[in-house]
T-cell receptor, first 119, second 113 residues
Framework: GAVVSQHPSWVICKSGTSVKIECRSL??????MFWYRQFPKQSLMLMAT?????????EQGVEKDKFLINHASLTLSTLTVTSAHPEDSSFYIC???????????????FGPGTRLTVL | QQQVKQSPQSLIVQKGGISIINCAYE??????FPWYQQFPGKGPALLIA?????SEKKEGRFTISFNKSAKQFSLHIMDSQPGDSATYFC????????????FGGGTRLMVKP
């Protein structure tokens, strides 16, 4: 149980275009989803937290107009990288948790990640 | 914001040996500390987590030891196997931020056959 999927697993796009990444919880309802970014050989950096039906909360330094997050249902969150540039190339990973972001012991289940390359 | 310092950055262990990874945290408000295992090109997977009411937890070859007074916790991998070669991340809850996690810098473990 507790499976999270992401689509696509990898994407290559031209500079200036937008890319949408989907994150789905397959066997549970995810009230809260998190989006992370990971550069090679580095740790996970939280980009934003989203709760179903409400606006995402972005971490300091993350441009909300560039990284659009939508959490329209309890099983789906999307991250859209708008006007992508080569510096946006990274590994994007989502995670989902069944409970609200108030239970410190609620486990985060991670998706397999999406490798974005912007040419 | 919670800071989590993880060491070592990389570790090479012979097959059958013990791998030890350490983490130190700052905020003492929470005692929930998960460890994640990540293989190249994959998302992290929860390996083991320790809850507030115990100082040690063992699951198979993996053991978490927790030292609250020292604000440290560690992962021990007994009888390390080449298949354990991966990057390991410790994490700790952020202060007053529910289940939002702050991750350590990661430890790249290589187990030599």
């Amino acid at each position: 149980g507790a499976v999270v999927s992401q689509h696509p697993s990898w994407v290559i796009c031209k500079s200036g275009t937008s890319v949408k990444i989907e994150c789905r919880s397959l066997d549970f309802q995810a009230t809260t989803m998190f989006w992370y970014r990971q550069f090679p050989k580095q740790s996970l950096m939280l980009m934003a937290t989203s709760n179903e039906g409400s606006k995402a909360t972005y971490e300091q330094g993350v441009e909300k107009d560039k990284f659009l997050i939508n959490h329209a249902s309890l099983t789906l969150s999307t991250l859209t990288v708008t006007s992508a540039h080569p510096e946006d190339s990274s590994f994007y990973i989502c995670s989902a948790t069944p409970g609200l972001a108030g239970d410190v012991t609620d486990t985060q289940y991670f998706g397999p990640g999406t490798r974005l390359t912007v040419l | 914001q919670q800071q989590v310092k993880q060491s070592p950055q990389s570790l090479i262990v012979q097959k059958g040996g013990i791998s030890i990874i350490n983490c130190a945290y700052e905020n003492t408000a929470f005692d929930y500390f998960p460890w994640y295992q990540q293989f190249p090109g994959k998302g992290p997977a929860l390996l083991i987590a320790i809850r507030p009411d115990v100082s040690e937890k063992k699951e198979g070859r993996f053991t978490i030891s927790f030292n609250k007074s020292a604000k440290q916790f560690s992962l021990h991998i007994m009888d390390s196997q080449p298949g354990d070669s991966a990057t390991y991340f410790c994490a700790a809850p952020r202060h007053n931020a529910g289940n939002m996690l702050t991750f350590g810098g990661g430890t790249r473990l290589m187990v030599k056959p």
